[in-house]
């Protein structure tokens, strides 16, 4: 935190005060000072700040970078940025303008802004210790060629990303060779590529988050060691739509999530030594498809309701465990009453395999002569893995403690 | 017509079948809700039943119907009517009672389970709209079987055959033929097939509102319109409610033709 | 009162009316007689409209039976059979036939005329043949019309049912009706009947009175003259 310390000066910047521009002000302060910056609309862009200084706004004042390029550049340790609203960031296909960059410092606080018709939002690179909390990021991404991510870390470690909001933007919170970082109660949605996108970074923790119809909500690649609790991930739609990917994904923990109307809640795919607990996959396409290469992996104590199917495999191999799931297609009986079924449950089906093969069969979903060739499959196992099932499958829909 | 339809359906409505129809509905119902709780795996189930048994129970009361009342068409037929009014008014006299106690079999117990306050609403009310469809469908078809087949064990025959043709066989066949020819755009070819049964199109109808999310993943431009707009929607209403005027025309047609 | 020209029908590869010219005057009960299978029924069904001839015209007081159903408010009809829809009660029926054709009071006098009345509320299902048939004949008799087609009126009837349907006829006739009657008993077709038509092979071998049918087969009497018909061109 950087508390102002007992000799530090306020500076004021408004349209009538002696200071007129933000520039000005951060060229006169020093560390430890305060920039008060009054409401209004400040055309100014390519504001470097390299001293550790707090530039607070009042009443939201407005810095429109007019498309010069980039807007702030803080390049100082211990610098708090609160309350502006920033616009027209310049965007270009060869530098990654961002509405404030964060280079190599430490103890930063950047919250309350309002980012608008940006190229990147909050650029953090090489940066640490720091904090990025409720920001509001609309953008207006078409493709994700055109655009940039809202909230961007590259090399950084220790960050909180906390109740930021990020629209429509290429990835809503996007993460690189990045360790130790939290992200809780973020809101993404409608972002043209991922609501969360996380490239080799380890130990992260995401939290309480809401992604919503994104292209996918959340990307995990390449990364070990995550958390990922209590978090809704719903309606991500299209042909390359998942509520989750999981690629090269090993020791990660899901826990009490929800998915809700994905394509695909989970798509997984060379991951190991994964706990999916008590989360709840609710009308999805798939609830989790498994694209081959994962090992040691236990999927206990989840809710599977009404998803056109439960689990998709790729190959007859199966080395991991179901146990104690409810699923809504189960069909079995209990008559020891002791709450779990007391035939295993299949929940790959034959019709997986053929609509993996050949997608349009799809049409023919929930028709008689799929339900009767899914019945001899399951009888006798001839093209699924005659391992893979839930030999303890719940009569009851599991109710999650979800504090 | 109206009065044939009127005389048809009440005397439906004081026959045992229509009662046993009207039970089984509301016990099916009843056990969907009652013994499961849960409000969206039954209309699930129901979905199952509704494109499997709605059919088959059309047709083969629609066959009986036709020709337990034959004698009764007879006499029908020496008044001063027009031919058309008297099947016509049979048909629909069949179908709207049919349709009734599919409605009252399934929607009471539902009613009772607090359907309206709950978002399933939708789900249901397109599960029964689909099952009247299919209704009118079915016993149209049963019609047409029946008033081309004097022998009323080919008709039966005839009848059942139909109706494991559409609800398993073509269903098979369509299956096979796309694994066949996998290796071009089969889009639209798999929604040209899906028009061509009445079953197949009263579950895609279904899939739309239950399983999108699946539907979804797949990239062909014309599925995409057709799931991702509401032109699949209206398409499938429009297919079905040709599905009713052809074999409702060829009631007329053939019954203006036929000798008594 | 009825004109059949060149009348045609086949079913299948069965040829059962083959050319029939037929003209019926205003008035008097014509009895169609003929052998098993010699287009009876046939005839009777395309003069309702029931059966579709393959060729030929057929007019009913003046209208063409192609041309709509509303001739068929002129004719009254009793089917051989008679199966009713069992669910029914006779005096549903009777409303329900009254419904469709239109307004009568007749069906109260002729309900009494065939003691009818203990029947009125039993299920159609319940009743006997004979019972059946009463019922029928009041469906028929009920509406005044000029042309009258009875099939096979007699059967299951007891004697005193057939006396009364017997001045049933007569009185139907006195009014001026045409009545059309197909029958197997020799008896009843000659104490009614004004005059023959004989089908056979699908054309009119015979029209005239029974007196004129006995003097051209020279038999003494009415059985024996449709009998010999059918020796001398069967054997």
């Known amino acids: 935190m950087s508390i102002p310390s007992a000799w530090s000066n306020t500076i004021t910047v408004c349209a009538s005060c002696p200071i007129k521009t933000i520039q000005e002000a951060i060229q006169q302060a020093s560390e430890g000072d305060t920039i008060l910056v009054k409401k209004g609309i400040y055309k100014e862009a390519n504001l470097k700040i390299d001293k550790s200084i707090t530039l607070i706004g009042e009443g939201l004042p407005t810095i429109d970078g007019e498309a010069k390029g980039e807007i702030i550049t803080i390049e100082a340790d211990n610098v708090t940025l609160d309350g502006f609203k920033i616009i027209n960031v310049g965007v270009s296909y060869t530098t990654d303008y961002a509405a404030v960059r964060i280079v190599n410092s430490k103890g930063f606080i950047i919250q309350n802004l309002e980012l608008e018709k940006l190229f990147f939002g909050i650029y953090l690179q090489k940066s640490n210790n720091g904090k990025v909390l409720n920001n509001k990021v609309k953008g207006e991404a078409v493709t994700e060629f055109t655009s940039g991510n809202a909230i961007h870390l590259w090399y950084c470690k220790n960050v909180e990303v906390r109740g930021n909001d990020v629209r429509k933007v290429r990835d809503g919170i996007y993460l690189e060779f990045s360790d130790n970082i939290t992200i809780t109660d973020n809101f993404s949605v409608n972002n043209v590529r991922y609501g969360l996108h996380f490239m080799f970074s380890n130990n992260n923790t995401v939290n309480n988050n809401v992604f919503e119809t994104n292209g996918a909500g959340i990307a995990l690649m390449f990364s070990k060691f995550m958390e990922v609790k209590n978090n809704v991930i719903k309606k991500n739609w299209g042909s390359a739509a998942y509520g989750l990917l999981l690629k090269e994904v090993n020791d990660a923990n899901l826990k009490n999530n929800i998915f809700i109307e994905n394509t695909v809640g989970i798509t997984v795919e060379g991951s190991n030594r994964l706990v999916y607990s008590n989360n709840d996959f609710t009308s999805n396409g798939y609830a989790i498809r498994v694209k081959g290469a994962c090992y040691e992996n236990h999927i206990v104590d989840n809710n599977f309701l009404y998803n056109s199917f439960d689990i998709s495999y790729n190959g007859r191999i199966n080395d991991n465990k179901f146990n104690n799931n409810f699923w809504s297609n189960y069909t079995g009986y209990d008559l020891d009453k002791d709450g779990i079924g007391d035939v295993p449950y299949r929940p790959v089906k034959l019709f997986s395999y053929i609509v993996n093969r050949t997608p349009e069969t799809i049409i023919l979903l929930r028709s008689l002569f799929i339900d009767l060739i899914d019945f001899s499959e399951k009888v006798s196992p001839v093209f699924t893995p005659d391992d893979l099932m839930d030999d303890n499958p719940r009569m009851k829909r599991i109710e999650h403690d979800r504090n | 017509m109206l009065k044939i339809l009127k005389y048809s359906f009440y005397d439906l409505m004081r026959s045992r079948w229509s009662y046993v129809y009207f039970a089984f509905y509301l016990l099916l119902g009843v056990v969907l809700l009652f013994l499961n709780n849960d409000l969206s795996k039954a209309v699930i189930t129901l979905m199952n039943v509704i494109i499997v048994l709605v059919p088959l129970i059309g047709t083969i009361f629609g066959v009986m119907y036709y020709y337990s009342s034959k004698e009764f068409t007879e006499l029908l037929l020496a008044q001063p009517l027009k031919r058309s009014s008297i099947f016509l008014g049979q048909y629909l006299g069949v179908a709207i009672s049919l349709s009734m106690s599919l409605i009252l079999g399934l929607g009471i117990p539902f009613i009772f389970y607090g359907l309206f306050m709950s978002n399933a609403i939708w789900d249901f009310s397109l599960l029964l709209i689909t099952g009247v469809f299919l209704t009118l469908i079915f016993t149209a078809l049963a019609f047409n079987i029946a008033i081309s087949n004097e022998n009323r064990i080919k008709g039966f025959g005839y009848a059942i055959l139909m109706w494991l043709f559409l609800a398993v066989i073509y269903d098979g066949l369509f299956l096979m033929s796309l694994l066949f020819f996998e290796d071009y755009p089969l889009d639209k070819l798999s929604l040209f097939g899906t028009m061509l049964n009445p079953i197949d199109l009263s579950r895609t109808l279904i899939l739309l509102k239950l399983d999108i999310s699946a539907l979804l993943g797949y990239t062909g431009a014309v599925f995409k319109q057709f799931f991702g707009t509401n032109f699949g929607l209206i398409v499938s209403f429009a297919a079905l409610t040709l599905w009713i005027v052809l074999p409702v025309l060829r009631i007329v047609y053939k019954s203006k033709r036929k000798d008594f | ?235």
């Open chain 3, 1 to 235: 009162m009825i004109e059949i020209k060149d009348l045609h029908k086949k079913f299948g590869k069965n040829e059962v009316l083959s050319g029939l010219d037929l003209k019926i005057g205003e008035g008097g009960i014509f009895a169609v007689l003929g052998p098993n299978g010699s287009g009876k029924t046939t005839l009777i069904k395309c003069l309702l409209g029931m059966v579709i001839p393959n060729k030929g015209t057929i007019s009913v007081l003046g209208e063409n039976v192609k041309s709509g159903s509303n001739y068929r408010h002129k004719i009254d009809y009793l089917p051989q059979i008679a199966n009713f829809p069992s669910n029914l009660k006779v005096k549903e029926l009777i409303t329900m036939i009254k419904d469709l054709r239109g307004k009568t009071i007749k069906d109260q006098e002729l309900i009494s005329l065939f003691k009818l009345e203990p029947f009125l509320d039993k299920k159609l299902g319940q009743l006997s043949g004979g019972t059946k048939q009463k019922v029928n004949l009041v469906l028929t008799f009920m509406f005044d019309s000029p042309l009258v087609i009875l099939d096979e009126p007699t059967s299951g009837l007891d004697p005193i049912s057939l006396l009364r349907l017997k001045k049933l006829i007569q009185a139907e006739k006195a009014k001026g009706k045409t009545i059309l009657v197909t029958s197997h008993i020799m008896s009843f077709v000659e104490e009614i009947s004004d005059e023959i038509v004989f089908l056979l092979e699908g054309k009119i071998y015979f029209k005239g009175s029974i007196s004129e049918l006995k003097d051209k087969t020279k038999q003494p009497d009415f059985e024996h003259a449709i009998a010999s018909i059918l020796t001398d061109n069967h054997a």
